[in-house]
T-cell receptor, first 115, second 113 residues
Framework: AQSVTQLDSQVPVFEEAPVELRCNYSSSVSVYLFWYVQYPNQGLQLLLKYLSGSTLVKGINGFEAEFNKSQTSFHLRKPSVHISDTAEYFCAVRALRGTASKLTFGTGTRLQVTL | DTEVTQTPKHLVMGMTNKKSLKCEQHMGHRAMYWYKQKAKKPPELMFVYSYEKLSINESVPSRFSPECPNSSLLNLHLHALQPEDSALYLC????????????FGQGTRLTVV
């Protein structure tokens, strides 16, 4: 079984400042890692994913994440945020040999960007 | 077309009503899913259909009844719901069950009164 911990339930940040959203996971097997964004009253949109290869993954909207196997982390970063980045961000994992539906989600981090 | 389309976007229903949620994709995906998401919580898997057959039912109450009439369409029939069933219902699809990622729809916001 897998588990995902998003330590910060809310992250307030000023526009144009950098941000890091933290994600740690636990698993006894190899996993795929994902970050999803959810805007108010919307579905989930995939920001980026780590499947294999380079541990630095670039996604949409200027986000990137780094997979750290030794620390079992997959933190999401953006060097300069915009008001439009205000949303809920979910980190998720699934086992390599699991199914696409068997995503284990973290509890989410609310990113609030203000002027 | 890389979208999963859900209708309606919003639905208010009484506890004695019967209603249906609809989900459609034209990406040729053969696995489709229903998730339930309560406020400020992550999505929870309800059902998985694989090649139009029910593959996973996560012990969902029988007042929720899924249906997959063809490979592009997934329905969720609702009957005798409770107020605590109010939530955002998300549909997702993937190439097949073993695909690396699933694509999510925009959801249906359901309110049971």
């Amino acid at each position: 079984a897998q588990s995902v911990t998003q330590l910060d339930s809310q992250v307030p940040v000023f526009e144009e400042a950098p941000v890091e959203l933290r994600c740690n996971y636990s698993s006894s097997v190899s996993v795929y890692l994902f970050w999803y964004v959810q805007y108010p009253n919307q579905g989930l949109q995939l920001l980026l994913k780590y499947l294999s290869g380079s541990t630095l993954v670039k996604g949409i909207n200027g986000f990137e994440a780094e997979f750290n196997k030794s620390q079992t982390s997959f933190h999401l970063r953006k060097p300069s945020v915009h008001i439009s980045d205000t949303a809920e961000y979910f980190c998720a994992v699934r086992a390599l040999r699991g199914t696409a539906s068997k995503l284990t989600f973290g509890t989410g981090t609310r990113l609030q960007v203000t002027l | 077309d890389t979208e999963v389309t859900q209708t309606p976007k919003h639905l208010v229903m009484g506890m004695t009503n019967k209603k249906s949620l609809k989900c459609e994709q034209h990406m040729g995906h053969r696995a489709m899913y229903w998730y339930k998401q309560k406020a400020k919580k992550p999505p929870e898997l309800m059902f998985v259909y694989s090649y139009e057959k029910l593959s996973i039912n996560e012990s969902v109450p029988s007042r929720f009844s899924p249906e997959c009439p063809n490979s592009s369409l997934l329905n969720l029939h609702l009957h005798a719901l409770q107020p605590e069933d109010s939530a955002l219902y998300l549909c997702a699809s993937s190439q097949d069950e073993l695909a690396t990622e699933a694509f999510f729809g925009q959801g249906t916001r359901l309110t049971v009164v």
